[in-house]
């Protein structure tokens, strides 16, 4: 089969591509010649500071010419040549010797095309033909219900095209039960054992009210044409793979809308989509891949569970004086998180719902998930218009996130990006109105794009523990962790915390772009948090917030930043400093109460006096030290401390 060679030869450049890449970044930035070279065995620099190592964002799963076929994207078709099926109502009538009607099962046994029109009533149209045939159905007009099984079951043939007539509209449906025909486990209301195309230019309903929608146990390529999917369980299934080029999609569903897993091959059983729209509604995941998800183009409007309200967060005491916000109702399963769930106890406050999954080609389980899409593998998001309203992750990957275009709307009752690795943005919008923590990974490289997030914890957080933020606890780690980073090198970054606004558990290194932090406006958490060290060599820094927890720069950094106690301020407060000269460097709103702010940019010099203006106080501050700020807290050249902060002047205006 063309598209799995070309996936099992993508998976060993991949591999080859990741075994030979060096890493490289900013962190050692400030560094001299001696702490540069020397590496250690582990591959981290100087001391300590592990290197930025993005993911290789050209290093593409799959290509368009990889999956979809001349044929697939073909919705034109011989009248003359194809054999017409009548359907009426409890049986069919066709003059072609290739079908056999049987009572109100009519199956099709040779190669060609097939036009239906009509109604069937309690009925299935049956494909069994020889392995290398390729055949094409065509719907038009047609209404097929079956009670027990599906309405459409592919047994046997090389590659089915269902194709909707244009302007036509079409129904099929499964009564709620599912009752066995021969040694497949039918499941859906259309069914297929081989490769299956749906295009066309017409519309077609699917009502399942057992079971799936579309189920492939190959591949599954959606070309074209309007669909309108109600099911129990998965919307549309793939085994191999569910590849989308155009296309219309409106699914509710109670299991994921989108799903493909292959638990015989791990390279197959991913998502690809190129383009189309999709509304999906789902108590699952909304999209699902097992292997990878890969997503260049199109218009999503999802919605899983309840939606981020369903999550709820109350305010929990933890960790001594740390205040954590986290859901309360916490379901089994929910983040794959272990640890405290939302009622203080170790045990859920629900049981699990159901686990098992109707499929006779995967001995895997569903564990509940609620989250907008979803990757076990690598997830490339490469452009798109996303609304995403979750009641778990957002966008989550067990592996690599790589976002390079899009515009993303989020709200999340967990993460809004969480990784089980690298999360990396080159670009794109991201407006994350509502979540736990706002990207989470092992690694978080930030290149360029812009983002704005509110977070009830931590804005960015890098984590060398599990899965734990809002379900199930805080995570396993506090102490520095050598291949735990955050590295920006570019875009723009609001976030407004309500726990730590940047916080990694091993390394933070700033060479560019802009960040902005206001939050959080309790004590137990800081605007800056790092458990290694934190290099800034370029860019803007800006933050406001409390200054029980407050952390400053290392001094091994290359550029001037300063920590400086405020009278209190209050959000709305408008921040800004001034350099020597009276041109203003860096201005930004308080989005929260605050009582220090952290600045960090390009100008700051040591021995040079600037004008810090917040709210109606406004004070001068004289760089004595290029890392300006200390606490009797200090880690590695930082100021962690209630006070002991920068001297000022200051006066109210």
Not at 144 to 173: E, H, M, Q, R, W
Not at 547 to 565: D, E, H, P, R, V
Request: hydrophobic share 30%; aromatic share 6%; proline share 2%.
């Amino acid at each position: 089969m063309k598209l799995k060679n070309c996936i099992c030869q993508a998976m060993l450049i991949f591999a080859l591509l990741c075994s030979g890449c060096s890493n490289t970044g900013n962190v050692n930035a400030g560094k001299d010649s001696k702490d540069i070279d020397n590496k250690d065995a582990s591959g981290n620099i100087g001391d300590n500071i592990s290197s930025g190592n993005p993911v290789d964002s050209t290093a593409k799963r799959v290509s368009a010419s990889d999956v979809f076929s001349d044929r697939d994207l073909e919705t034109g078709y011989d009248k003359n040549s194809a054999a017409v099926i009548k359907l009426n109502g409890e049986s069919a009538s066709c003059d072609s010797n290739a079908v056999k009607v049987s009572g109100s099962k009519i199956t099709i046994t040779d190669e060609g095309t097939y036009i239906i029109s009509g109604t069937l009533e309690d009925g299935m149209i049956v494909v069994d033909a020889d392995k290398s045939d390729k055949i094409q159905i065509v719907l038009n007009g047609v209404n097929i219900s079956n009670s027990t099984s599906a309405a459409l079951y592919v047994l046997k043939a090389d590659k089915v095209f269902i194709t909707t007539a244009a302007k036509s509209g079409n129904t099929l449906s499964n009564g709620g039960t599912y009752k066995a025909i021969d040694e497949n486990n039918i499941d859906a209301v259309i069914y297929s054992k081989e490769d299956l195309t749906l295009n066309g230019e017409g519309s077609l309903a699917i009502n399942a009210e057992a079971g799936h929608g579309i189920v492939s146990k190959d591949s599954l390529v959606l070309a074209s044409g309007e669909y309108n999917i109600t099911a129990v369980k998965h919307g549309i299934s793939g085994k191999d793979d569910v590849s989308v080029t155009d296309g219309s999609y409106k699914i509710v569903s109670g299991k994921d809308g989108i799903h493909a897993e292959n638990a015989d091959d791990e390279s197959l059983g991913f998502v690809y989509i190129l383009d189309g729209t999709f509304d999906i509604t789902s108590e699952g995941d909304g999209i699902s891949g097992a292997a990878f998800g890969q997503i260049e183009n199109g218009s999503f409007k999802i919605k899983t569970g309840g939606g981020c309200e369903a999550a709820g967060v109350k305010a929990k005491q933890d960790m001594g004086d740390m205040h954590m916000e986290k859901p309360y109702n916490h379901k089994p399963g929910m983040g794959d998180r272990p640890g405290q769930w939302g009622n203080g106890a170790d045990t859920p406050p629900e049981a699990p719902p159901e686990t098992t999954e109707n499929s006779d080609n995967s001995d895997s389980t569903d564990t509940a998930s609620i989250k907008g899409i979803k990757a076990d593998g690598d997830l490339y998001l490469d452009g798109g218009e996303f609304e995403i309203d979750s009641e778990d992750d957002s966008v989550h990957s067990n592996s690599n996130i790589i976002i390079t275009k899009g515009n993303y709307k989020l709200a999340s009752g967990d993460d809004g990006v969480h990784a089980g690795s690298d999360v990396s943005v080159s670009d794109g919008t991201i407006n994350i109105s509502k979540c736990y923590e706002g990207i989470e990974g092992k690694t978080i490289n930030i290149s360029g794009g812009d983002i704005s997030l509110v977070s009830s914890d931590d804005g960015l957080n890098a984590s060398g523990g599990t899965d734990g933020s809002g379900y199930g606890g805080r995570g396993d780690s506090f102490s520095a962790s050598d291949d735990v980073y955050i590295s920006i090198s570019g875009g723009t970054i609001y976030i407004t915390a309500s726990g730590d606004g940047v916080d990694s558990n091993g390394n933070l290194a700033i060479s560019g772009g802009q960040t902005y932090v206001s939050g959080p406006s309790n004590s137990g958490n800081g605007a800056l948090d790092y458990n290694g060290e934190a290099i800034i060599s370029g860019g803007i820094f800006a933050a406001s917030s409390v200054s029980g927890m407050a952390q400053n720069f290392s001094t091994s950094s290359t550029q001037g930043a300063m920590l400086i106690t405020t009278e209190a301020g209050s959000s709305g407060d408008e921040i800004s400093l001034t350099g020597p000269d009276g041109d203003v460097l860096v201005s930004w709103k308080a989005g929260k109460d605050y009582s220090c702010v952290n600045i960090s940019c390009p100008e700051l010099a040591k021995g040079k006096t600037y004008t810090l203006t917040t709210g109606k106080t406004v004070s001068e501050i004289t760089m004595t030290d290029l890392i300006y700020g200390e606490g009797n807290m200090a880690g590695k050249g930082g100021g962690k401390a209630p006070g002991g902060m920068g001297r000022h002047r200051s006066s109210q205006v």
